[in-house]
């Protein structure tokens, strides 16, 4: 029995010489085939005695199952071998496929809105946010824009049908952001409020039917027009530079009294209008429940596609929005 238990050792010697599958089969046979020393042996179990033959049949067993383990290890192993050789010989190197992608950056409106909500939370403004979907009521009328007044027409509305009882429509500015800011908060009020607008228009060089504004609200104590000039001011030359003027020019909104116009100047000595601005109407203090004879304010807006395009010299406003990847990598 010892030497068969020596078969063990030389099986272990056998398959780890075999370099391929080939091999292992033929030493496989060698140690476990029916001309093998083990099936030899077992079939000589019969000429033991009867005591003795369950114990060395047991030890046979052992010894097979030691060497078909053996053989199943290096089996194992040299399938691994030619799977990493596979692996090796298939790799691709996509290491130049990656470096050539580009990474995305944020588009150029998206860029111009961060910077002036910096500069007016700089100035000690919040940002404010509202629906773009609004009532009459918070579009219009609450901003001394009732169904008569002619200047309604000129907003060119995109009307929603929801039905009775209320007329719903695209917020054509974001004004309605102040009237809902000032009806849930007391004064002092502070904001700004950027978002996309919505009106009939035809695309064209200087005009988008869904575009950005941004306006700022102030009410508080003893405002006066000179805290809105000056505040234009400030904000031209923080987003601009110092070089860079501005100036007001009577104009009429129904939601402001006195309204101006805001223009800044350009390096050639003329002017460019900004947009539009003006005292707080009372009319509009006091459809927020504000007394007018306790608190004033201003405001002012203008449209962030339309600086955008000032501010880098754009020939046509719908580059903002054809999403061509090669104007945007300017940027």
Known sequence: ???????????????????????????????????????????????????????????????????????????????DEIWGLQFEAERLDISERLESLRRGHLHLITQARDHLEDVFVGMGFTVAEGPEVETAWYNFEALNIPDWHPARGNFDTI?????????????????????????????PIYIVAPGRTFRTDSADATHLPAFNQIEGLVVDNGITMGDLAGTIDSFVQAFFGSEVKSRLRPSYFPFTEPSAEFDISRPD???????????????????????????????????????????????????????????????
Not at 16 to 22: M, V
Not at 169 to 185: A, G
Not at 275 to 294: A, F, K, Q
Request: hydrophobic share 40%; net charge negative.
């Open 1 to 79: 029995m010892s030497d068969y238990q020596k078969l063990v050792e030389k099986a272990r010697s056998a398959a780890a010489l075999a370099q391929n599958t080939e091999e292992l089969s033929g030493a496989r046979t060698d140690f476990l085939g029916k001309k093998s020393v083990l099936s030899e042996a077992k079939k000589q179990l019969g000429l033991l005695p009867e005591g003795e033959r369950a114990a060395a049949g047991r030890d046979l067993n052992e010894i097979r199952k030691l060497i078909e383990e053996t053989f199943t290890d290096r089996e194992t192993a040299i399938q």
């Open 159 to 187: 009307f929603v049908d929801l039905g009775d009882p209320e007329e719903v429509m695209l917020r054509s500015h974001t004004s309605p952001v102040q009237v809902r800011t000032m009806e849930k908060h007391e004064p």
């Open 269 to 331: 000595g003329s002017w460019l209008e900004l947009g539009g601005c003006g005292m707080v109407h009372p009319n509009v203090l006091l459809n927020c429940g504000i007394d007018p004879e306790e608190w004033q304010g201003f405001a002012f807006g203008f449209g962030i596609d339309r600086l955008v395009a000032m501010r880098y010299g754009l020939d046509d406003i719908r580059e903002l929005v054809i999403n061509d990847a090669r104007f945007l990598r300017q940027f």
